[in-house]
């Protein structure tokens, strides 16, 4: 192959990565000209590649005619652990976060209408160590849970909740208040609520689409956090907002604690 065939190669391929990463990191569907605009290659050029990356499932469009990732992407998603990738990412601030509080650090997810941990760093003390990976946990009882209550991934309870403690919220009407308050300072805390002396505090993590995926938080003794938690919850809030730009495609701006 000449070299002038192997440099028209290059650039057909490096032209058509671009168009499908748009596609990826897009926050809505891209019409063709959306995508013409933002590749600046001929109309012509444009649809002919588009062509070719909806034939290998690349790329689709939606009921509109506007174009959205494609199932090859889905396929892959689906043969693999959706959570990996997201404690593979969230990994190293949970590390930092472990490093800067000594509390323990947690990560939940939701399946289904439960809240389940998918990674942990453990405290630095003994007192507060524990492995929750493997406890289920009310939801409307832990900090972690109560962000999902708060942002709308989980449906508030229409009935009586259970109560762990004194200080365990129980009323679907109690726990949508601490939501409002919990949206108004952008991390949700409990205390003594699953278990008395267990302080919890929990940030949102944003997928792609803007929607709450995951809840990045810590625990540990109340005598420890109660006169840090503004502290902590600005802390967790930079470092969730760093990883919801990971999860979206897009390197972290400098700076971020």
Same mark, same amino acid.
């Given at each position: ?67 959205? !990732? ?25 590390? @930092? ?18 809240? =389940? ?6 405290? @630095? ?59 108004? @300072? ?9 278990? =008395? ?59 971020? !604690?």
């Amino acid at each position: 192959m000449s070299d002038a065939s192997s440099g028209s190669g290059t650039q057909a391929v490096d032209r058509a990565a671009h168009l499908v990463s748009t596609v990826v990191h897009a926050d809505a569907p891209l019409s063709f000209a959306d995508l013409q605009e933002a590749s600046g290659l001929a109309k012509s050029t444009t649809s002919r590649m588009l062509t070719a990356l909806e034939r290998t499932g690349l790329v689709e469009r939606d009921s509109s005619g506007s174009y959205v !990732a494609g199932s090859l992407f889905w396929l892959y998603a689906a043969r693999h652990d959706p959570w990996e990738e997201l404690v593979r990412l969230a990994r190293p601030a949970m590390e @930092r976060i472990g490093d800067a509080t000594s509390e323990t650090v947690h990560l939940s997810v939701t399946r289904g209408e439960k809240v =389940v941990q998918v990674a942990q760093v453990d405290s @630095r003390y003994l007192l507060g160590t524990r492995d929750w990976t493997e406890i289920e946990v009310p939801a409307h009882t832990s900090a972690l849970g109560k962000v999902f209550y708060a942002w709308g991934a989980l449906p508030v309870p229409s009935g009586p909740l259970e109560a762990l403690t004194d200080d365990t919220l129980t009323t679907p009407e109690s726990l949508r208040r601490d939501g409002i308050a919990t949206r108004k @300072r952008g991390w949700a805390v409990t205390h003594d609520e699953l278990e =008395v002396g267990l302080t919890g505090i929990a940030v949102p993590v944003q997928g792609p689409r803007g929607d709450v995926v995951a809840a990045l938080g810590i625990s540990g003794p109340t005598t420890r956090l109660e006169a840090r938690l503004e502290e902590i919850g600005k802390h967790l809030s930079s470092h969730a907002a760093e990883l919801s730009q990971l999860l979206r495609g897009r390197a972290p701006k400098e700076g971020v !604690a």
